[in-house]
């Protein structure tokens, strides 16, 4: 899988986003400095988790 398809994010066990990799910009529309520690992957995510 080519690097700018890959969309990494991490986040705490309050689910607050610590990561916030290139690829997932690109497929959420947010920059890192507006979700790193601000916001929560449910804010804009339905949870579901694709492993590939």
Do not use: H, P
Request: aromatic share 8%; charged share 25%.
């Amino acid at each position: 899988m080519s690097d700018n398809l890959k969309s990494v994010i991490t986040c705490d066990l309050d689910g607050k986003i610590e990561t916030f990799s290139e690829g997932a910009q690109d497929l959420f529309g947010y920059t890192s400095e507006e979700v790193i520690g601000k916001i929560r992957v449910s804010d804009f995510s339905d949870g579901q988790v694709v492993l590939g």
